[in-house]
């Protein structure tokens, strides 16, 4: 890959890797676990696909750019994105189970 063409999977991977990742939790919560909208489960069976889809082509953009050779800060900062959507998984996991078990 080219230099430009590692900077595009990045600047594309980043956002539609994370921005998924951080709205994914308040949507099922508010649309799924404790519904407060009329229409709730409509709402969230059309939002929620494609949110998961965004997050894994997201996800698959920010793997391709981080096992690119030679090592650069792209790869680095692809890296870094990743474990920050690792983290934002982490405690969405955790809260939905800690939610689920007190139900």
């Known amino acids: 890959m080219t230099w430009k063409e590692r900077e595009r999977t990045f ?3 980043a956002p539609l890797a994370i ?3 951080l709205a994914f939790l308040p ?3 508010f649309l799924v676990v404790v519904p407060k909208v009329d229409h ?3 709402i969230a069976s059309l939002l929620l696909p494609p949110l998961t889809a965004a997050g894994g082509f997201g996800l ?3 793997a391709l750019g981080a096992v690119q ?3 650069t ?3 680095a900062l692809s890296v870094g994105c990743l474990l920050v959507v690792l983290v934002i998984a982490g405690y969405t996991g955790l809260f939905l189970a800690l939610i689920t078990s007190k139900m």
């Open 73 to 75: 800060i792209l790869n």
């Open 40 to 42: 709730a489960g409509i």
């Open 11 to 13: 600047y594309i991977g």
């Open 60 to 62: 698959w953009k920010l």
């Open 69 to 71: 050779k030679p090592f």
């Open 19 to 21: 921005v998924p990742a």
């Open 27 to 29: 949507a099922v919560m």
